[in-house]
C-alpha cells in the first residue's frame, strides 16, 4: 500500500507541477491564490506526500481545472467487473467486449 501511495504522490505531484508551470505561476504564487500552504505545495510536487481533497479543489479551482484531472492516470482504465463505481460499469464491459 505504501508503494502505491508514494506512485500516486508523484503522479500528483507532476499533474500539479504541470499544470503551475503551464499558469505561469511560481509555487509561492500559486499557493497565495488557492490558499494552500506553500511548503505543502513544494511536498505535493516532489512526491512527498499527498494533498487533502480539499487542497485539491483549491488548486484545481485556482487553476481553472476539474479536480479529477489530478486522479485521471491513477484510474484503470478496465476495471474488472463488480469492480466499477456506478455508472461506469457497463462501460468497461463494453469495452471489454469489444
Do not use: C
Not at 9 to 21: C, E, L, N, P, Q
Not at 45 to 66: F, H, N, Q, W
Request: no cysteine; aromatic share 2%; charged share 25%.
Amino acid at each position: 500500500m505504501a508503494r502505491q501511495s508514494s506512485e500516486a504522490a508523484k503522479k500528483i505531484g507532476r499533474v500539479i507541477r504541470a499544470h503551475r508551470d503551464a499558469a505561469q505561476l511560481t509555487q509561492n504564487q500559486l499557493a497565495n491564490l488557492a490558499g494552500v500552504d506553500a511548503s505543502g505545495l513544494q511536498g505535493w510536487e516532489a512526491g512527498r506526500g499527498l494533498p487533502g481533497i480539499g487542497s485539491l479543489v483549491k488548486l484545481a479551482d485556482t487553476l481553472g481545472i476539474s479536480p479529477g484531472e489530478f486522479i485521471a492516470d491513477l484510474v484503470p482504465r478496465d476495471l474488472p467487473e463488480g469492480d466499477a463505481p456506478d455508472g461506469r460499469r457497463e462501460a468497461a464491459l463494453r469495452r471489454r467486449a469489444s
